[in-house]
């Protein structure tokens, strides 16, 4: 996500730094090749620049908002892949910089990914819009941004799971291919296309998007029982069970059943 | 379901029969207004037909069957909202007669409603689109046409239910509009308004998805564990015990779930 970000900023002409301690030579030399300066603690970092992007494995975004310390005053965007409470346990110890929510949606490969934007101080970090992100203030608030994001996935994530069960099901019927038909009447012509495509990447993605649903769970039962969010996982954790050794993306939707079918 | 087919096929000249045993003057009035022949028992109404349409009260799709008899020779169509499961039950009652397990697609006051038919008997059913009716075969199984039928709701219907958990923790979050957006960005222009549709015939119609639920839950048992539609049918039950007393559909989507959390 963040070489992503980096490229599109340098492009646009943008200083861009970034903190390579415990990096290997690998990254260092990866960050020179692409003219991005390189400093060897979060506290220079926090020294040389404006804005911070937080992009870091989940696990460590709150230690990272931590190693950023007090001092910092300019904004420090969370643009982690984290639920909106953890947001705002890894933003307030941003004591005197401006924090900012942010979340990026979508395939962060696609031509000019959306970014989200929410808290008062969401504007600074639009101003990144000059240098050639997509960045939308949605929200005043801590939390909106990160909360779409896990929304979102409640349902895209959702409507992948109850696509692998209904048309496993008509698979084993062999009415397949007329499902695809009778639905698409009624939701659209582009149904199958997208229907298909997330079955596949289902069966590819099962583990990691388990993962992802235990964060829109938490964020979901803060309102509610999340009685569907909570079976997608378990739908997504019995698929990855018997599809854990898949190392490449099955050809079509039936290959990825009978592939699923013969681990059961 | 058999009025709008009646008047279909009475319009374009069919003949069309009906048994009155044990129903009200005011539908064996309804009848005659309608050009609709009566007879006053099942076994009367075999002698008269040449194809026979059940489309009866689920509960009693199977007592249909057995009543037409063995003698029966011509098709005895099962139109039923009912899982093939039971289907193949009805119709193995009819010893002589040609099966057809057939299945209303949509809603029944869509202008040429979809019907689907299946069995190795489905042409004899389907020369009723010579009268006006919209018959697709898809298969030559007793099973497929209702097994099709229940698939679809397994998605519609987890759809609905996903949507309802998905857009009321939004509303509670204060991002509901800017969901919409976000999904509809990837999902298609059309999807605000379906979504919104969806929610506010859940939050009226509750109650009967979740008995529907239950022959969907049974047909897709056949295959695996039903993840999804157990926690659909769950979502419903929920929501139909806070809002069973419901005489009107909400105005708008936040109306629905203002109701809902009233009850609670």
Redesign the interface.
């Known amino acids: 996500m963040a070489s992503v970000l980096t490229e599109e900023l340098v492009k646009n002409g943008a200083e861009v730094f970034t903190c390579v301690e415990g990096r290997s030579d690998f990254t260092r030399n990866l960050a020179l090749e692409r003219n991005v300066n390189t400093v060897y603690t979060n506290e220079l970092l926090a020294q040389k620049v404006d804005i911070i992007i937080s992009a870091v494995t989940p696990s460590v975004a709150i230690d990272s908002a931590v190693s950023i310390g007090t001092n910092f005053k300019g904004a420090y965007v969370d643009i982690n892949n984290i639920s ?1 409470e953890v947001v705002k346990s890894a933003l307030q110890h941003i004591k005197q910089g401006k924090a900012v929510d942010a979340a990026i ?2 395939s962060v490969n696609r031509k000019k990914v ?1 970014i ?1 934007a929410s808290g008062k101080h969401a504007p600074e970090f639009a101003q990144l819009n000059d240098f050639g992100l997509n960045i939308k203030i ?2 005043t ?1 801590i ?2 941004a990160s ?2 994001k896990m ?2 996935s ?3 994530k ?2 992948s ?3 692998w ?6 698979y ?4 397949d291919e ?2 695809f038909d ?2 698409g ?2 939701e ?1 012509s ?1 149904f199958e296309k997208s229907a298909i495509s997330r079955i596949i990447s289902t069966a590819f993605h099962a583990s990691r998007r388990q993962e992802e649903m235990k964060e829109v769970k938490l ?2 039962s ?11 996982e ?2 997504f954790h ?1 698929i990855a069970q018997k599809l854990k050794k898949l190392d490449k993306k099955p050809d079509n939707y039936r290959e990825a059943f009978l592939l699923w079918e013969k681990e059961i």
């Open positions: 909106p949606i979508g959306q989200l949605i929200g608030e939390g909106q909360g779409i929304l979102r409640s349902y895209t959702g409507v799971a109850l696509l069960e209904t048309f496993y099901a008509a084993k019927m062999g009415v007329e499902l009778v639905i009447n009624t659209g582009e964020a979901l803060l309102s509610q029982d999340p009685i569907l969010a909570k079976s997608t378990r739908k019995e």
